[in-house]
Nanobody
Framework: QVQLVESGGGLVQAGGSLRLSCAAS????????MRWFRQAPGKEREVVAA???????NYADSVKGRFTISRDNVKNTVSLQMNSLKPEDTAVYYC??????????????WGQGTQVTVSS
């Protein structure tokens, strides 16, 4: 069994910073891409940032230059440093990872979600 556990999030004023972390545990053979998604009320879940197992990184245009994704392949963690936060960044943030539990079985796993609220 694989679990993703998120930490961080909370309430911050516009212009402030927050850091989200996500740790994968359980039966892990290898982790492919790790991503952060967010979902604001009444909106669809959208990808915010992604990092592959070899460190290739992509960001949504809305967060480029403000958010930084990083991962630790030894600790099986992924983090999202969020700077210059805006009210429109308010959402529930989810981590997602593509995980091999053995050499052939690959599936996606979601964290439980963490609320980020940015006040104006």
């Amino acid at each position: 069994q694989v679990q993703l556990v998120e930490s961080g999030g909370g309430l911050v004023q516009a212009g402030g910073s927050l850091r989200l972390s996500c740790a994968a545990s359980g039966s892990i053979f290898r982790i492919n891409a790790m991503r952060w998604f967010r979902q604001a009320p009444g909106k669809e879940r959208e990808v915010v940032a992604a990092v592959t197992s070899v460190g290739i990184i992509n960001y949504a245009d809305s967060v480029k230059g403000r958010f930084t994704i990083s991962r630790d392949n030894v600790k099986n963690t992924v983090s999202l440093q969020m700077n210059s936060l805006k009210p429109e960044d308010t959402a529930v943030y989810y981590c997602h990872a593509e995980i091999y539990s053995n050499s052939v079985t690959l599936r996606g796993y979601w964290g439980q979600g963490t609320q980020v609220t940015v006040s104006s």
